[in-house]
């Protein structure tokens, strides 16, 4: 078919036409979907579900003996710890067991830097005024918020299929002011990118007019594949190790939870780290609380005692989300390929897809959307300060809602996307 | 029996002999007994054993129906705000239910403080040079901890019988410096007393010089009572209904947790407070997290459904706890009454036991503990920066440790407490 920009005027207002009665047909059908947020559906939760079923049999004990109701043990039992470690492919040695949100963790760690600083800062960060963090774009809004929260001015920098745009990100770290940098490495939120072994060696040895510059490497997703096929499957190098490589070893905090492999409000998550920034973390930690959930970390190494159990459970996970994300690809390429109304990148793990509509236009689309009764996250979302520049991203989440109401969600979405390239056409 | 104060030097030197023969015997028996920690016993644990058992079966709703193991509802579910108001007598409007570790939400509350200020704060906490707060002694070695940490210079305020003595506080409270207050007004630890209504009172009543001053209110022990009878349990006023009444409702905030109802390191916590103090609170804690354990509250509301239930579930506890606690009073009545080696106050409720030893002896008394193999809180503990003026409180921790253990670490400890004072007043 011809694209959009290569129709005259008339073409376009009878592809508008068309448009229009389609959007007619959807609003007579009074839909109410929700494609917003990156929920596990019940059906993944329901793998979880007896997690909890023998404790209480086996006398909720840890490997090394010691009683999780009770208090002790305040940085996580060993054998969770070993599974992180092996999920992050780095070292048991420095990592703290957390309660279920990994962006806690996220946010307590910043809080630490604002209050009382790093152990290499010549100052806490809330006495850096003009204070900065790089963010690549699109990202994640709620790693954007605990930044701009604190104080710091956010800078997007542009995401590529291999990672950040490291030739900016090179030049901006030359400002003293930069202190940080959020990643989503493996499957980024939203585009689903992985980050090149190559780009992973530039962040690990750039050098940062910052001393007390620090990588917030989220490994949201660094099981979360889509196919088994291990040659389809993201695959990080060790940041950690590469930090310490570099000579920059105190460079990166990493964060994982399990989220999104057992109970997105019940799970656990961890905090991996150089030997100096553990020990500032953990002592300041251990003032602020006597420990995470130590029962709730036995239930999680009961479920998914060591890596292979994990993997053949993210396996299950994969075969539950997998047809969820081929429908919405299937459906947006049927509808939108050739058509230069958008574009978008098929990933390979994480739990979103990313469209970039025709520049000037995703608010509006969501908008129209709405309308319609199909909820989409706000155009914009995935920039800092909610603003996409171009507004052109669009994330989509497609792991909550059944098929049948991703085939309908999806198609409601590239008409309006279709509808709104349409008319910007014919307004230019 | 004669008081050691009145006893000769000879009279003192034959009791001191019978004493050091009473530490051979002892030493002897190669004790290894610890009376250090408030925690619950296995069998008060094992009350809360069958938590989880049933979650998979009934599908982990909520009562309105919305799924625990997935996000949302991040402020927690109403029928747990509704248990933990009714725990804190006040009401459900303004509660934020926390993960396992109330301590974790007042350093949280804390550190907004430091970095955002409170809403009606000059400017946040971190900025104000100088910045002081008020501790009643003994206390709680935790919470000195927290504000030590956030560089606040801690001021000990004596703790009486009823509360701390207010005609020092509402002197102390005239310095704008003063930004807040630690309390643990039921049961406080060590002592074990109970806040007057009277003394509430002038807390909520009292002028600040600081706007933003606050009282940390950790209702650590609000419904650990050690008797049955109503007539011998501690009951105190709703602070947040006083504040409000006195024209300062932003004053406080109250804190309790489950930690010593079910499981130590498993439970659930809560912070209530006033709309202005929540709002902000909730809006901060929103940037910071996705929400506590919801699954571990329902857990939680199904063993503990209201607050007869509750009431059921202490009662039993403190049939646990009760015989622990007579047993050490005994043994401390049939050693040191009539000495004048120490003095103690009877709890009825609450997790220790504060004994006073002759000043200077303290340490003394907890070092030959520790040398016999009983393990003692480290003297000094329960006082700001571990500095006790006088050397002579000592926690004493009867919970965890079984009748037998307490029978004799008791006994030890009473003989050291003897010994301390007798070597104490030879040397004068």
């Known amino acids: 078919m011809k694209s959009y920009k290569e129709m005259s005027k008339e073409e376009l207002q009878a592809e508008r036409e068309v448009l229009l009665k389609r959007v007619e047909e959807f609003r007579?059908?009074?839909?109410?979907?929700?494609?917003?947020?990156?929920?596990?559906?019940?059906?993944?939760?329901?793998?979880?579900?007896?997690?909890?079923?023998?404790?209480?049999?086996?006398?909720?004990?840890?490997?090394?003996?010691?009683?999780?109701?009770?208090?002790g043990v305040?940085?996580?039992?060993?054998?969770?710890?070993?599974?992180?470690?092996?999920?992050?492919?780095?070292?048991?040695d420095h990592i703290y067991i957390g309660n279920g949100s990994s962006l806690n963790l996220m946010f307590d760690s910043i809080m630490r830097a604002m209050v009382?600083?790093?152990?290499?800062?010549?100052k806490p960060w809330s006495q850096v005024e003009g204070r900065k963090w790089l963010c690549p774009v699109p990202?994640?809004?709620?790693?954007?918020?605990?930044?701009?929260?604190?104080?710091?001015?956010?800078?997007?920098?542009?995401?590529?299929?291999?990672?950040?745009?490291?030739d900016i990100v090179e030049e901006l770290v030359k400002d003293p002011l930069v202190l940080g940098m959020w990643n989503v490495p493996c499957y980024t939120?939203?585009?689903?990118?992985?980050?090149?072994?190559?780009?992973?060696?530039?962040?690990?040895?750039?050098?940062?007019?910052?001393?007390?510059?620090?990588?917030?490497?989220?490994n949201a997703y660094c099981v979360h594949h889509l196919y088994n096929d291990e040659a389809k499957q993201g695959r990080l190098p060790d940041i950690l190790g590469l930090c310490e490589e570099a000579g920059n070893p105190s460079r990166v905090y990493e964060f994982a939870s399990t989220s999104k492999i057992t109970f997105a409000s019940?799970?656990?998550?961890?905090?991996?780290?150089?030997?100096?920034?553990?020990?500032?973390?953990?002592?300041?930690?251990?003032?602020?609380?006597i420990g995470a959930n130590k029962v709730n970390q036995l239930a999680h190494i009961?479920?998914?005692?060591?890596?292979?159990?994990?993997?053949?459970?993210?396996?299950?996970?994969?075969?539950?989300?997998?047809?969820?994300f081929e429908l919405t690809l299937d459906i947006l390429d049927k509808e939108l390929t050739g058509t230069g109304a958008a574009t978008w990148h098929k990933p390979l793990g994480g739990y979103f897809i990313s469209v970039f509509t025709v520049p000037g236009t995703a608010k509006d689309v969501v908008a129209r959307c709405n309308?319609?009764?199909?909820?989409?996250?706000?155009?914009?979302?995935?920039?800092?300060?909610?603003?996409?520049?171009?507004?052109?991203?669009?994330?989509?989440?497609?792991?909550?809602?059944?098929?049948?109401?991703?085939?309908?969600?999806?198609?409601?979405?590239?008409?309006?996307?279709?509808?709104s390239a349409v008319e910007k056409f014919l307004s230019i």
Request: proline share 8%; hydrophobic share 35%; glycine share 6%.
């Open 371 to 419: 309308e319609l009764g199909v909820a989409f996250t706000p155009a914009g979302a995935t920039y800092p300060y909610g603003n996409d520049p171009d507004d052109s991203n669009i994330r989509v989440a497609p792991s909550f809602p059944t098929l049948e109401d991703i085939n309908k969600a999806v198609e409601v979405f590239s008409v309006c996307v279709k509808l």
């Open 28 to 71: 007579a059908m009074n839909l109410s979907l929700n494609m917003t947020r990156g929920k596990p559906a019940p059906d993944q939760l329901d793998m979880s579900n007896h997690m909890y079923d023998n404790l209480s049999d086996t006398g909720f004990k840890s490997e090394d003996g010691s009683d999780t109701r009770n208090y």
């Open 139 to 166: 990202g994640y809004d709620r790693h954007f918020k605990v930044t701009e929260t604190c104080g710091f001015e956010l800078i997007p920098v542009p995401l590529k299929e291999d990672g950040p745009d490291m």
């Open 266 to 289: 019940a799970g656990i998550s961890c905090i991996a780290c150089n030997e100096e920034n553990y020990k500032r973390a953990v002592k300041l930690i251990g003032v602020q609380t």
């Open 189 to 218: 939120n939203p585009d689903g990118y992985v980050y090149s072994e190559e780009v992973c060696k530039r962040l690990a040895s750039m050098k940062t007019a910052a001393p007390d510059f620090r990588l917030y490497w989220d």
């Open 116 to 122: 009382f600083g790093e152990h290499d800062s010549p």
């Open 74 to 92: 305040p940085t996580g039992l060993p054998e969770v710890k070993r599974l992180f470690a092996d999920i992050l492919r780095t070292s048991a």
């Open 302 to 324: 009961r479920l998914i005692p060591d890596i292979d159990a994990l993997k053949a459970h993210m396996s299950k996970h994969a075969d539950k989300i997998r047809p969820k």
